[in-house]
């Protein structure tokens, strides 16, 4: 049984580019959620996907953005890249009626921003 | 003001020397509080969740329990296996389903 699958696993990119990053959410899951994790800090809340529509968004700019798939797999768009964009990217999915539940974490997608 | 914080941000402890990790949060109408672990370059692996104070949860060498404001995380004869970082997250009203995360305490555990 696959888990939550990110790729690709790590991408350097220059200031003022853009990113992609892709998410497939484990098996039957329907909601997935970003979260970005700076070097030594824990994960913060980026945004929250559910039947295509985000349902719910943390203290991020616009230039942070993303889209759900019918099939519940997720990307993560991210404009004009910043040196301070540079960290792990995770992607967690769980059912929509059980997000008191918890979250299955994927491995992430490690971005440098040079 | 950190809503979650973890202490301590690092802990070394020899194979077998048991010890606890404490977790405090200041926010209200609490739904959850989890723990996950996470190591180098991974991401976090659940481990409980706990929902309301009295509650304690085991899992092989691990004890996790929850009070009004804290939990915490409670290793019995830890093995080096058990060295990695064990993040904290809480999920209540206002921030409505996303999970807040404390900094981690970082785990080392030698033989």
């Known amino acids: 049984d696959a888990g939550v699958t990110q790729s690709p696993t790590h991408l350097i990119k220059t200031r003022g580019q853009q990113v992609t990053l892709r998410c497939s959410p484990k098996s039957g899951h329907d909601t997935v959620s970003w979260y970005q994790q700076a070097l030594g800090q824990g994960p913060q809340f980026i945004f929250q996907y559910y039947e295509e529509e985000e349902r719910q968004r943390g203290n991020f700019p616009d230039r942070f953005s993303g889209h759900q798939f019918p099939n519940y797999s997720s990307e993560l768009n991210v404009n004009a890249l910043l040196l301070g964009d540079s960290a792990l990217y995770l992607c967690?999915?769980?059912?929509?009626?059980?997000?008191?539940?918890?979250?299955?974490f994927g491995s992430g997608t490690r971005l440098t921003v040079v | 003001e950190d809503q979650v914080t973890q202490s301590p941000e690092a802990l070394r402890l020899q194979e077998g020397e048991s010890s606890s990790l404490n977790c405090s949060y200041t926010v209200s109408g609490l739904r959850g509080l989890f723990w996950y672990r996470q190591d180098p370059g991974k991401g976090p692996e659940f481990l409980f969740t706990?929902?309301?104070a009295g509650e304690e949860k085991e899992k092989e060498r691990l004890k996790a329990t929850l009070t009004k404001k804290e939990s915490f995380l409670h290793i019995t004869a830890p093995k080096p296996e058990d060295s990695a970082t064990y993040l904290c997250?809480?999920?209540?009203?206002?921030?409505?389903?996303?999970?807040?995360f404390g900094k981690g305490t970082t785990l080392s555990v030698s033989s």
């Open positions: 706990l929902y309301s």
């Open positions: 967690a999915s769980s059912f929509w009626h059980r997000l008191a539940h918890g979250y299955t």
């Open positions: 997250a809480v999920q209540f009203n206002q921030a409505g389903t996303a999970l807040i």
